[in-house]
């Protein structure tokens, strides 16, 4: 795995340097003076930021980078959102009555703030410290952003941020701590990847990341029987998607054709959507993540119902895996260009090493009737009785 590791490790930093230069320089075209204020922080990783620029969310530049400098201003334009929160980053989240509306922050030094509506200070204003891993820089959400909202602008049902971020944050440190027991190379890949984390509830969404906030992942628990074990699948997928991100940041590189080629283009599956790039970006949560499984498999210190959930949840992650693998490897030869074959062959080789490793184990269990999302009530009815072995 070493040389594995410092291959993407490599591809890691480099892309990370090269997302954080265009951020610099957007940042510098569109307020030059700000762009000298925040030059020696790490703003330029910020997830809001990103969304800023990448989609163009509409919040006052001054909310987002606040929290970056120590040159505070005495008053900025800040933005509330559907329950009155606004949030800074560094910063927190203060708690209004005023929601979706044009508030002035004022900063009155020593973690003093007013906030004011139409020039009225609003009465009752609680600041909320924000929620972080232990041991890290990531932050979990207790509330919606533009940069977060504008991933659920059909959604009418509460998403429950805050209330689903305090019931899993004990959960998400276990799991991060077996990460890093297991992997503790990993451990550092998403310490210096991600900055932020969003649990959330909806019947609209599965978990996923987005480009269009880099350095963030977003885990639904709607219906889920939450547990160290869901969250080191979730950790592992949604966070190693943030990670790709810049490790393939020259994504048209990976391919001979566009990389916004459909799949059904070479399958000729017609209800194969998928374009070339998105089911190539599977492989290396699936890598990754699967190898974490093994290991803590092997060696980590799990109860029965643990272990037998991680055994579920590997063998259904590793069918998939396997029927991406497969597909690329018909037809591989027309998609790929060098640098992708490169890469597509080490995500083959980690397949067939570790189901060649578990196939006793996966012949065991039956993960039919799961749907793209595993369900862990279906697999232990259909596997009651059954030893792990």
């Avoid at 703003?43 to 120590?70: A, K, R, W």
């Avoid at 002035?104 to 020593?110: M, N, R």
């Avoid at 077996?178 to 990993?186: G, M, N, P, S, V």
């Avoid at 020259?250 to 070339?276: C, K, W």
């Amino acid at each position: 795995m070493n040389t594995v590791n410092k291959y993407f490790e490599k591809l890691l930093i480099e892309g990370s340097e090269e997302f954080e230069l265009i951020f610099r320089s957007l940042l510098k075209d569109y307020d030059e003076d700000k762009y000298y204020l925040l030059e020696e922080t790490d703003v330029f990783s910020e997830p809001m930021l990103c969304s800023f620029f990448n989609s163009n969310i509409i919040l006052p530049i001054d909310q987002i980078i606040t929290g970056y400098h120590s040159a505070t201003n005495n008053k900025i334009n800040v933005q509330s959102n559907s329950k009155g929160i606004v949030h800074l980053p560094k910063i927190g989240y203060f708690y209004t009555n005023i929601a979706n509306e044009d508030l002035v922050l004022s900063y009155l030094g020593d973690d003093n703030y007013n906030i004011y509506f139409n020039d009225v200070e609003i009465d009752n204003v609680c600041l909320k410290k924000e929620m972080y891993v232990n041991d890290s820089e990531i932050e979990i959400c207790i509330s919606e952003n533009p940069s977060i909202s504008q991933f659920f602008k059909d959604q009418h049902e509460d998403i429950k941020v805050e209330e689903s971020a305090r019931k899993s944050i004990d959960l998400i440190n276990s799991a991060f701590s077996l990460i890093k027991e297991h992997a503790d190379f990993f451990h550092e890949w998403l310490c210096y990847t991600l900055k932020r984390i969003m649990i959330f509830e909806s019947t609209q969404r599965n978990s996923f990341a987005s480009i269009f906030t880099l350095n963030s992942a977003y885990i639904n628990i709607k219906d889920e029987i939450i547990s160290k074990i869901f969250f080191l699948e979730e950790i592992t997928h949604q966070c190693g998607h943030a990670i790709f991100y810049p490790i393939s940041i020259d994504r048209q590189s990976f391919f001979n054709y566009d990389f916004n080629t459909p799949m059904s283009f070479f399958s000729g599956i017609e209800n194969d959507d998928r374009d070339v790039l998105n089911a190539f970006y599977s492989f290396f949560p699936q890598y990754y993540g699967n190898y974490i499984f093994d290991m803590v498999l092997d060696n980590g210190e799990l109860t029965l119902d643990e272990k037998e959930e991680l055994i579920g949840r590997f063998a259904f992650r590793m069918l998939k895996f396997g029927n991406g693998i497969a597909q690329f490897d018909e037809y591989g030869e027309k998609i790929f260009s060098e640098e992708g074959h490169k890469m597509f062959k080490i995500f083959k080789k980690g397949y067939f090493d570790l189901y060649n490793k578990r196939k006793q184990l996966f012949d065991s269990k039956d993960i039919s009737g799961q749907n793209y999302v595993f369900d862990i009530v279906t697999y232990k009815k259909k596997n009651s009785g059954k030893s792990t072995v």
